[in-house]
């Protein structure tokens, strides 16, 4: 056989195979050992508070915790809760799309900085978001006296729930945007331009249906901190039975009481709210990452 045969026969011939090697550290002790600990942890710090909660909450018997429930001053902080759910919630959507397409699919002078801004509330601390709100328009800030002077009134109302709801959140859907948009790149919307398409064209028969996982996931979340915010609702409220106490507030008010059995059973809604949603957030996680690959 020539060298030149010798040469294609090994070229052709398939390689041998490496041997596997086991990862380090992923023997099956290790993995008992990680596994234990893992479950052991989320027992403590998970599922034993949950079961407390309604162990709690069902052991006086079901019409004490219906009873709870059906109060008067438990309805209206729901009410309360699911209107301001129902405001801060939105508006966020309308600002996450506007801010992620702005960043993900432009370039501008300011750029980190606007994303800075937009990271904020995760920084600073809810008790000093409800302060802020304080500062702005309670009685003694500079605009105290014109929104008194006009019968507007904002701290301690409702309106300072939503205002500061609504801050607390602000992150929430336009992160989720963000990242979503960056992943998927800009081929699609580049192909509509190229055929003619309007930015307003592309962004609501392009981007918009591209992102729609995305930016439902960021509303599972946003939702979800809006209905459970305590601490800078806490400051703004000035905690007024039937008027401005969220479900949270009512929780500690019920608890401050020595009223146990309603306190756990109002918590228990949380609780049920809090896994409705990640049960939503796992379906939509899902079908995100579908959505991007």
């Not at 508070?49 to 052991?59: I, K, N, R, S, T």
């Not at 438990?74 to 209107?83: D, E, G, I, N, Y």
């Not at 432009?106 to 994303?115: N, T, W």
């Not at 729930?161 to 607390?168: D, G, I, M, R, S």
Request: one cysteine or more; a positive charge.
């Amino acid at each position: 056989m020539s060298d030149a045969a010798v040469t294609v026969a090994l070229s052709a011939a398939p390689l041998p195979a490496k041997p596997k090697r086991a990862p380090i550290g992923e023997g099956p002790i290790t993995r008992g050992l990680l596994l234990a600990a893992a479950l052991l942890f989320l027992g403590l710090m998970l599922i034993a508070p949950l079961a407390v909660v309604f162990l709690e909450a069902l052991g006086r018997g079901l019409g004490v915790y219906f009873n709870a429930l059906a109060m008067p001053d438990t309805l209206s902080a729901l009410q309360l809760t699911l209107l301001v759910a129902g405001i801060a919630v939105p508006a966020n959507l309308v600002f996450g799309l506007a801010a992620s397409w702005l960043i993900a699919k432009f370039d501008f002078k300011g750029k980190a900085f606007l994303v800075t801004l937009i990271d904020l509330p995760f920084a600073v601390s809810p008790v000093i978001a409800g302060m802020i709100f304080i500062l702005l328009f309670g009685a003694q800030s500079w605009l105290g006296q014109y929104l008194s002077d006009h019968g507007i009134k904002i701290v301690f109302a409702v309106p300072a729930v939503v205002l500061a709801t609504t801050f607390v959140t602000v992150p929430f859907v336009a992160r989720e945007l963000i990242a979503f948009m960056q992943a998927q790149g800009q081929d699609d919307e580049e192909a509509a331009l190229t055929l003619g398409a309007s930015g307003w064209q592309m962004f609501w028969r392009v981007t918009l249906p591209n992102v729609k996982w995305g930016l439902l996931y960021g509303m599972i979340l946003c939702n979800a901190r809006a209905m459970g915010e305590f601490g800078a609702v806490s400051v703004v409220s000035g905690h007024i039975r039937g008027r401005t106490n969220t479900i949270p507030l009512h929780v500690e008010i019920l608890y401050n009481e020595y009223n146990f059995a309603a306190a756990f059973a109002v918590a228990s809604l949380l609780v049920l709210l809090a896994l409705v949603t990640l049960v939503v957030k796992r379906i939509v996680a899902w079908r995100t990452r579908d959505a991007v690959h």
